[in-house]
């Protein structure tokens, strides 16, 4: 076929050898299969030629199956990966390979809820103020966190602003030409690359997927070029995208570290040039105090001034000063033992902006949705080039409901095409999952400017 990429060559033959009657039609810059069959028909005594729309074949190779034809979650995975010559495997804890099992059902009452709602917005809460809220008395209050604790694996943990320390957040993903690095490889890799927040493997469009925080665009492209020439990757021809995060909601989890290696750095130490510490710089005592309640939000003071010798009432008062200065944004929960089936990511990349700017407050309105227990996105961000669009991870509980998603993503959002990606193991970090208050989120806020919604009085969370 001329003037027909050889990526998209090499694919649709591999579809013709499992699937006869194909066709391949293409339209300006994609790439179109189609199914021809005929049907006798008696009465006019001759055959009727019938095209059925199959998928598109993307400008790397990559199959993506017409939606309306999948039958089930899995079947979509096979499509997006049978030219690469992979094999499905659900991420699942203990990473033995098997297919995730079907969620459990964690039954909540609206009491629950509301619990994880004002433990996800101010998790050192006092036990009076999650009582008033819940609209429980002090006593059952306190046991019902304990029981969710227990049933959704709960932890505790600091959400930070890393622009107030300087930084800023990129995402990466990757593509592997023919092979593809193994778990271990890849774990070999990045384990060392402190600036990379979350890392995973996925499949359909993109192999890997990771979310970065790193001082200025330059150092973290540099980051990425040492990181692409070590020795377990660089033998895996793949291409590369590198691109901004603008976060959205919620936020991405740093890892420890992170803390420990980088932001150390931040840390002021008077001269005679820098008296005093500058707006992204951190006192001695801030950083050990982000250091030990970064994993553990609700850690008591006394234990943090105790373990460092610092004088009473110090690790109170530097928590105080980076909560006012905002880069502590607040101390937050992530349920670990969510009931999901696995992780889906949506990305969506905008072709027509006028279209897409006059759609816009749709996109607003599923941003602020919520699911049966968390908020229904764990992370969503604006991308730039050459996506340039949006990317959004959601926990997805039962069978259909990631296919569902993207079609209703890219039906309600006109201009733009979305496409999605499943999780299939985590290497480095954690995404959060958690009940945020949608009051609080940039998408409401812009949804009461542009007046599609009626603002509420939002609640006092401390």
Same mark, same amino acid.
């Given at each position: 076929?001329?003037?027909?990429?050889?990526?998209?060559?090499?694919?649709?033959?591999?579809?013709?050898?499992?699937?006869?009657?194909?066709? *391949? &039609?293409?339209?300006?810059?994609?790439?179109?299969?189609?199914?021809?069959?005929?049907?006798?028909? =008696?009465?006019?005594?001759?055959?009727?030629?019938?095209?059925?729309?199959?998928?598109?074949?993307?400008?790397?190779?990559?199959?993506?199956?017409?939606?309306?034809?999948?039958?089930?979650?899995?079947?979509?995975?096979?499509?997006?990966?049978?030219?690469?010559?992979?094999?499905?495997?659900?991420?699942?804890?203990?990473?033995?390979?098997?297919?995730?099992?079907?969620?459990?059902?964690?039954?909540?009452?609206?009491?629950?809820?509301?619990?994880?709602?004002?433990?996800?917005?101010?998790?050192?809460?006092?036990?009076?103020?999650?009582?008033?809220?819940?609209?429980?008395?002090?006593?059952?209050?306190?046991?019902?966190?304990?029981?969710?604790?227990?049933?959704?694996?709960?932890?505790?943990?600091?959400?930070?602003?890393?622009?107030?320390?300087?930084?800023?957040?990129?995402?990466?993903?990757?593509?592997?030409?023919? %092979?593809?690095?193994?778990?271990?490889?890849?774990?070999?890799?990045?384990?060392?690359?402190?600036?990379?927040?979350?890392?995973?493997?996925?499949?359909?469009?993109?192999?890997?997927?990771?979310?970065?925080?790193?001082?200025?665009?330059?150092?973290?492209?540099?980051?990425?070029?040492?990181?692409?020439?070590?020795?377990?990757?660089?033998?895996?021809?793949?291409?590369?995208?590198?691109?901004?995060?603008?976060?959205?909601?919620?936020?991405?989890?740093?890892?420890?570290?992170?803390?420990?290696?980088?932001? %150390?750095?931040?840390?002021?130490?008077?001269?005679?040039?820098?008296?005093?510490?500058?707006?992204?710089?951190?006192?001695?005592?801030?950083? *050990?105090?982000?250091?030990?309640?970064?994993?553990?939000?609700?850690?008591?003071?006394?234990?943090?001034?105790?373990?460092?010798?610092?004088?009473?009432?110090?690790?109170?008062?530097?928590?105080?000063?980076?909560?006012?200065?905002?880069?502590?944004?607040?101390?937050?929960?992530?349920?670990?033992?969510?009931?999901?089936?696995?992780?889906?990511?949506?990305?969506?990349?905008?072709?027509?902006?006028?279209?897409?700017?006059?759609?816009?407050?749709?996109?607003?309105?599923?941003?602020?949705?919520?699911? &049966?227990?968390?908020?229904?996105?764990?992370?969503?961000?604006?991308?730039?080039?050459?996506?340039?669009?949006?990317?959004?991870?959601? =926990?997805?509980?039962?069978?259909?409901?990631?296919?569902?998603?993207?079609?209703?993503?890219?039906?309600?959002?006109?201009?733009?095409?979305?496409?999605?990606?499943?999780?299939?193991?985590?290497?480095?970090?954690?995404?959060?999952?958690?009940?945020?208050?949608?009051?609080?989120?940039?998408?409401?806020?812009?949804?009461?400017?542009?007046?599609?919604?009626?603002?509420?009085?939002?609640?006092?969370?401390?």
């Amino acid at each position: 076929m001329k003037e027909v990429p050889k990526r998209v060559r090499e694919a649709f033959r591999l579809l013709r050898q499992a699937q006869k009657h194909l066709y *391949l &039609k293409p339209i300006r810059q994609s790439f179109y299969v189609y199914k021809q069959t005929y049907e006798y028909q =008696p009465e006019k005594k001759k055959s009727k030629t019938i095209s059925e729309y199959v998928g598109r074949i993307e400008l790397d190779g990559t199959f993506i199956k017409r939606v309306a034809s999948y039958r089930s979650e899995l079947e979509k995975a096979e499509a997006l990966i049978a030219l690469r010559g992979g094999e499905i495997v659900w991420h699942r804890k203990g990473g033995n390979g098997e297919p995730a099992p079907e969620p459990r059902e964690i039954p909540l009452k609206e009491t629950d809820l509301k619990l994880l709602m004002a433990l996800s917005m101010n998790s050192r809460m006092p036990v009076s103020r999650l009582a008033e809220l819940s609209g429980l008395n002090e006593r059952t209050a306190y046991s019902r966190v304990r029981a969710l604790e227990e049933k959704l694996g709960i932890r505790y943990l600091l959400e930070i602003d890393v622009e107030k320390l300087g930084y800023l957040r990129y995402l990466t993903l990757i593509k592997f030409e023919d %092979k593809k690095p193994s778990r271990e490889e890849i774990e070999e890799a990045i384990k060392d690359e402190h600036d990379i927040q979350f890392a995973a493997t996925t499949n359909g469009g993109y192999d890997v997927v990771m979310l970065i925080v790193d001082e200025t665009p330059l150092k973290a492209h540099d980051n990425l070029l040492r990181l692409r020439q070590k020795r377990s990757l660089s033998r895996y021809p793949a291409s590369w995208i590198f691109t901004y995060f603008a976060q959205v909601l919620p936020f991405i989890p740093l890892r420890d570290q992170f803390i420990e290696k980088i932001v %150390k750095e931040r840390v002021w130490h008077r001269t005679r040039e820098t008296p005093h510490p500058r707006e992204d710089q951190l006192r001695q005592r801030e950083f *050990l105090l982000l250091k030990e309640m970064n994993s553990n939000a609700n850690m008591n003071f006394a234990t943090i001034d105790q373990k460092y010798g610092l004088n009473k009432g110090t690790s109170r008062y530097a928590y105080q000063a980076l909560r006012e200065r905002g880069v502590i944004a607040r101390p937050t929960v992530s349920m670990t033992n969510l009931p999901i089936r696995y992780v889906g990511v949506v990305l969506l990349s905008n072709i027509d902006y006028k279209v897409v700017d006059e759609n816009r407050y749709k996109y607003l309105m599923d941003r602020i949705e919520y699911g &049966k227990i968390s908020n229904k996105y764990c992370l969503t961000g604006n991308i730039g080039a050459p996506l340039q669009g949006a990317i959004s991870f959601l =926990p997805v509980a039962e069978e259909g409901y990631l296919d569902r998603v993207t079609a209703s993503v890219e039906r309600e959002l006109q201009g733009s095409v979305a496409r999605s990606l499943v999780i299939t193991d985590v290497i480095a970090g954690n995404l959060c999952y958690r009940r945020f208050d949608s009051a609080y989120t940039r998408p409401y806020r812009l949804l009461v400017e542009l007046k599609r919604i009626e603002p509420v009085k939002p609640t006092f969370y401390g």
